[in-house]
């Protein structure tokens, strides 16, 4: 089973959270719990009880309360930092956003969050005493991330900047869409719209691993969720995007059957 206990190498996809209204907390765990499997770990009132999303006792992702009024529910992807201040600076002086300057979370690391120069929300993570995810690539964890854009080769010149991301095309793939490299094995990917409705605005994806597509697919209908396309065999696996009951999207991995 991957899991990992050392800090993500600097521009890694490293978490995933998603932000609910605080009185659909219970509903959500309730929700993702079907679809997913995961048991929870309540951080407590300090941090808004904030749960950590857990398989086999490892942390897979995490569900916690808006950081702000009217903001939408929506899964956030983070990318690791060895210095959360200095690529912040980096975000801005390249056209990004900052929505929440650098800051502690005690005991755990540092964060900020920001806004892509096409508005893509996305954070930053520092590890403390927390790496990010522990677990991936299996049932319930983390298994792909990546960014739909309006300029996709706008957002690749971003993201090199701030992160040194290096880019190569997929095979098979719209010709807008390129993997996400550091060194050696793609961390994400990323690319044009791809056929989202007209006004979506520029976001992160988060694809999470799932035995059976299928099954997957039939507890999030059931749950009060909403198919958004899929469930389609590729080259990769057997994958759907889905909405939970709050409209957050996201995404389930299986092998195809």
């Not at 509903?27 to 857990?54: R, T």
């Not at 975000?91 to 806004?115: H, K, Q, S, Y």
């Not at 976001?203 to 999470?208: L, P, Q």
């Amino acid at each position: 089973m991957p899991n990992r206990s050392q800090p993500w190498p600097a521009g890694t996809p490293c978490w995933v959270d998603l932000s609910v209204p605080s009185a659909d907390l219970g509903a959500a765990k309730e929700f993702y719990g079907a679809v997913f499997g995961w048991s929870f770990l309540d951080l407590g009132p300090d941090f808004g009880h904030y749960q950590i999303c857990q398989v086999d006792g490892r942390a897979a992702a995490a569900i916690g309360p808006l950081m702000a009024e009217g903001q939408p529910s929506a899964w956030q992807t983070y990318l690791a930092s060895d210095d959360v201040d200095g690529t912040a600076k980096s975000i801005a002086a390249n056209g990004g956003t900052l929505f929440a300057e650098p800051m502690d979370v005690p005991g755990a690391g540092r964060m900020c969050v920001a806004l892509d120069p096409a508005g893509a929300p996305f954070g930053v993570w520092q590890a403390g005493g927390s790496i990010g995810i522990e677990i991936y690539n299996e049932p319930g964890g983390l298994v792909w991330n990546d960014t739909r854009q309006p300029d996709p080769d706008a957002a690749r010149q971003f993201y090199a900047e701030v992160f040194g991301y290096r880019y190569q095309p997929v095979r098979g793939a719209p010709p807008d869409y390129t993997t996400i490299h550091l060194d050696g094995d793609p961390v994400g990917g990323m690319g044009g719209m791809m056929g989202a409705p007209a006004g979506t605005p520029a976001h992160w994806v988060a694809y999470f691993s799932v035995a059976d597509a299928d099954a997957a697919v039939a507890a999030a209908t059931a749950g009060g969720g909403s198919v958004l396309g899929g469930p389609d065999d590729t080259p990769y696996g057997r994958i759907a995007f889905l909405t939970d009951p709050n409209g957050a999207v996201f995404a389930v991995m299986g092998p195809v059957a």
